[in-house]
């Protein structure tokens, strides 16, 4: 007689709240003997229950952000769990999409999912419908609470109520009103009127960590006590923004006169506010433009953790960068942050030529087509194909925040360090490399999962560029305009002088240029002709500028001039 199949069962319980969790037997134990019960009931089909607990008390059903479910579904796509078992399915989650992502999950893992009370299973399609339809009910109670929430805060707002939340510094809350500290409101009055002096909120922060003045202490449900301790860059804006301190209580784009009395002025209120819309623009700030940033959310500095695109305004145009968030929130004089900012185009085309290849794999090729044909239906199937084939001229039709999206399928972080940027490559793009599915990458670590280059930071013109050191076609620039003029130009004032027998100076005068410039660019011309092909075809170094040639002074030997000026 063939062995029965044993099906291992691990049971989830939840609460939204943690209220009544104390008990010594309290409702996740009761779910947990309900489904045990169950399980029992069903051993002659060779159940059996898994002895670990998965017990989610306090997490809300609207998201996956649980630490008991991460556990588990970390369980089942190891293949430690055949069937999951929950008192109500509104216990494993309340959200239709949630569900279809832990549904998809299953499937892939041969994992059975079943409701305790519910009477039904996921073994089979009649299962499926019913959990659906219960599904979207539970989703609609959820979100009909949450409607009724956000319409009594609104109406409160409009009353000027308090309407819960920490209380700001300047305040304390004694029966769900806003009552003035008296010292911590000697603090608020200093922001501002210092910020009126200073007109600069980083040396506001300054000076007021200076003075010894602390941000607000909170304790915590459990009674801890939570201070940051010092004053950063953002505590102090978010300060200067603030409408309670004037007596009103913002909803929306709406003030509305608050039940609190205030602590600032009015007038001086109106100058902060006047004062901080003539600053925008001085220097980095949180990128406010509809432009995506492809790496948000990816890019880490070594020394100073995520890293935020900025960007900084001069005259009428915006220049778009990375900098540690450390750097914005406290001052890039007081981070001292060993990185620094990072031109955005600069890194972003750095990481995409590097990754590029990952994108060659079937499965990506495929999505990125069927997302090709959704933003660009007028190209027939020839055209999309053979765009397709080149990363860099597919990217070039989709919209900034799909890149981000293609980006974040196949990269999981990226670390900018002072002598190499290290990217972290998502399990699947890791395995694409070790089944030789793509060619393979001398700096792809399979133990750590990561393309590795090694890098140095140089300026051209006062911009960052990213140099590597090893001689690869991607470490080459593009045509310098201004450095092929200058090499065609030599070549032809030279011509010029020998065909028409006429010295430099008489040159000068027919050609109305400074007779100096002109000996300057004609220096040119004693350069090794694999050099000069070099500048003509767009494969000189990085860094080489025509101010540093004509300025400078490189050796006439043609194998020292590769050296010099970096060409191996």
Same mark, same amino acid.
């Given at each position: 007689?063939?062995?029965?199949?044993?099906?291992? %069962? @691990?049971?989830?319980?939840?609460?939204?709240?943690?209220?009544?969790?104390?008990?010594?037997?309290?409702?996740?134990?009761? !779910?947990?003997?309900?489904?045990?019960?169950?399980?029992?009931?069903?051993?002659?089909?060779?159940?059996?229950?898994?002895?670990?607990?998965?017990?989610?008390?306090?997490?809300?059903?609207?998201?996956?952000?649980?630490?008991?479910?991460?556990?588990?579904?970390?369980?089942?796509?190891?293949?430690?769990?055949?069937?999951?078992?929950?008192?109500?399915?509104?216990?494993?989650?309340?959200?239709?999409?949630?569900?279809?992502?832990?549904?998809?999950?299953?499937?892939?893992?041969?994992?059975?999912?079943?409701?305790?009370?519910?009477?039904?299973?996921?073994?089979?399609?009649?299962?499926?419908?019913?959990?659906?339809?219960?599904?979207?009910?539970? !989703?609609?109670?959820?979100?009909?609470?949450?409607?009724?929430?956000?319409?009594?805060? @609104?109406?409160?707002?409009?009353?000027?109520?308090?309407?819960?939340?920490?209380?700001?510094?300047?305040?304390?809350?004694?029966?769900?009103?806003?009552?003035?500290?008296?010292?911590?409101?000697?603090?608020?009055?200093?922001?501002?009127?210092?910020?009126?002096?200073?007109?600069?909120?980083? !040396?506001?922060?300054?000076?007021?960590?200076?003075?010894?003045?602390?941000?607000?202490?909170?304790?915590?449900?459990?009674?801890?006590?939570?201070?940051?301790?010092?004053?950063?860059?953002?505590?102090?804006?978010?300060? /200067?923004?603030?409408?309670?301190?004037?007596?009103?209580?913002?909803?929306?784009?709406?003030?509305?006169?608050?039940?609190?009395?205030?602590?600032?002025?009015? @007038?001086?209120?109106?100058?902060?506010?006047?004062?901080?819309?003539?600053?925008?623009?001085?220097?980095?700030?949180?990128?406010?433009?509809?432009?995506?940033?492809?790496?948000? =959310?990816?890019?880490? %500095?070594? %020394?100073?953790?995520?890293?935020?695109?900025?960007?900084?305004?001069?005259?009428?145009?915006?220049?778009?960068?990375?900098?540690?968030?450390?750097?914005?929130?406290?001052?890039?004089?007081?981070?001292?942050?060993?990185? &620094?900012?990072?031109?955005?185009?600069?890194?972003?085309?750095?990481?995409?030529?590097?990754?590029?290849?990952?994108?060659?794999?079937?499965?990506?090729?495929?999505?990125?087509?069927?997302?090709?044909?959704?933003?660009? @239906?007028?190209?027939?199937?020839?055209?999309?194909?053979?765009?397709?084939?080149?990363?860099?001229?597919?990217?070039?039709?989709?919209?900034?925040?799909?890149?981000?999206?293609?980006?974040?399928?196949?990269?999981?972080?990226?670390?900018? %360090?002072?002598?190499?940027?290290?990217?972290?490559?998502?399990?699947?793009?890791?395995?694409?490399?070790?089944? &030789?599915?793509?060619?393979?990458?001398?700096?792809?670590?399979?133990?750590?999962?990561?393309?590795?280059?090694?890098? $140095?930071?140089?300026?051209?013109?006062?911009?960052? /560029?990213?140099?590597?050191?090893?001689?690869?076609?991607?470490?080459?620039?593009?045509?310098?305009?201004?450095?092929?003029?200058?090499?065609?130009?030599?070549?032809?004032?030279?011509?010029?002088?020998?065909? $028409?027998?006429?010295?430099?100076?008489?040159?000068?005068?027919?050609?109305?240029?400074?007779?100096?410039?002109? =000996?300057?660019?004609?220096?040119?011309?004693?350069?090794?002709?694999?050099?000069?092909?070099?500048?003509?075809?767009?494969? !000189?170094?990085?860094? /080489?500028?025509?101010?540093?040639?004509?300025?400078?002074?490189?050796?006439?030997?043609?194998?020292?001039?590769?050296?010099?000026? &970096?060409?191996?």
């Amino acid at each position: 007689m063939e062995e029965q199949k044993q099906i291992r %069962c @691990a049971i989830y319980t939840r609460k939204s709240t943690d209220e009544g969790l104390e008990k010594e037997f309290n409702t996740l134990e009761a !779910q947990r003997e309900a489904g045990e019960n169950f399980v029992m009931s069903m051993k002659h089909q060779g159940w059996v229950i898994l002895p670990d607990h998965y017990d989610d008390g306090g997490f809300s059903g609207g998201n996956l952000k649980r630490p008991a479910l991460k556990r588990l579904m970390a369980d089942v796509e190891k293949g430690k769990v055949d069937m999951i078992v929950v008192y109500k399915i509104d216990r494993l989650t309340r959200s239709l999409l949630d569900f279809a992502q832990l549904v998809q999950t299953f499937e892939k893992n041969n994992c059975s999912f079943v409701s305790v009370t519910q009477h039904f299973n996921t073994c089979d399609s009649m299962g499926k419908l019913t959990l659906n339809i219960l599904l979207s009910f539970a !989703q609609f109670e959820r979100e009909l609470g949450a409607e009724r929430v956000r319409d009594k805060i @609104a109406a409160s707002k409009k009353k000027g109520m308090w309407t819960g939340g920490p209380a700001p510094l300047g305040y304390d809350i004694k029966e769900k009103k806003l009552i003035i500290n008296q010292e911590e409101a000697e603090v608020v009055k200093f922001i501002f009127d210092d910020y009126l002096k200073t007109k600069s909120q980083l !040396q506001t922060m300054k000076n007021v960590n200076e003075k010894g003045y602390k941000p607000k202490t909170r304790v915590t449900k459990t009674g801890r006590v939570a201070s940051k301790g010092r004053f950063n860059h953002s505590m102090i804006s978010n300060i /200067l923004s603030n409408p309670i301190y004037i007596g009103m209580v913002a909803y929306k784009d709406t003030l509305y006169e608050g039940q609190h009395k205030g602590i600032i002025d009015k @007038a001086v209120w109106d100058n902060v506010a006047d004062l901080k819309k003539s600053n925008i623009g001085s220097g980095f700030s949180s990128q406010k433009s509809e432009k995506v940033a492809l790496l948000k =959310g990816l890019l880490e %500095c070594e %020394c100073c953790g995520t890293m935020t695109p900025t960007r900084s305004k001069k005259g009428n145009k915006y220049y778009e960068y990375y900098t540690s968030s450390k750097a914005v929130k406290e001052g890039v004089k007081t981070v001292h942050c060993q990185i &620094g900012s990072i031109p955005a185009g600069e890194i972003e085309s750095f990481v995409l030529d590097k990754v590029k290849k990952i994108f060659q794999s079937p499965d990506l090729q495929q999505a990125m087509l069927k997302e090709f044909e959704r933003q660009n @239906a007028n190209y027939n199937g020839a055209d999309v194909n053979a765009i397709i084939k080149d990363i860099g001229e597919a990217f070039k039709y989709f919209e900034p925040a799909t890149i981000h999206d293609f980006i974040k399928e196949v990269v999981r972080k990226v670390i900018v %360090c002072h002598d190499h940027i290290e990217i972290k490559l998502k399990p699947l793009s890791a395995a694409l490399f070790e089944d &030789g599915t793509l060619e393979t990458d001398e700096n792809f670590d399979a133990k750590q999962l990561e393309l590795k280059y090694p890098i $140095r930071f140089g300026r051209k013109r006062g911009r960052v /560029l990213i140099i590597e050191p090893t001689p690869r076609s991607s470490d080459q620039g593009e045509r310098d305009s201004k450095l092929y003029t200058a090499v065609t130009q030599a070549f032809y004032w030279k011509q010029q002088m020998e065909e $028409r027998h006429i010295t430099l100076t008489e040159l000068a005068k027919q050609e109305h240029t400074d007779r100096g410039y002109m =000996g300057q660019i004609l220096k040119l011309t004693t350069l090794a002709p694999d050099i000069v092909m070099a500048i003509i075809e767009g494969r !000189q170094p990085k860094l /080489l500028t025509t101010r540093g040639l004509i300025r400078g002074h490189f050796p006439y030997i043609w194998e020292d001039q590769r050296r010099e000026l &970096g060409f191996k």
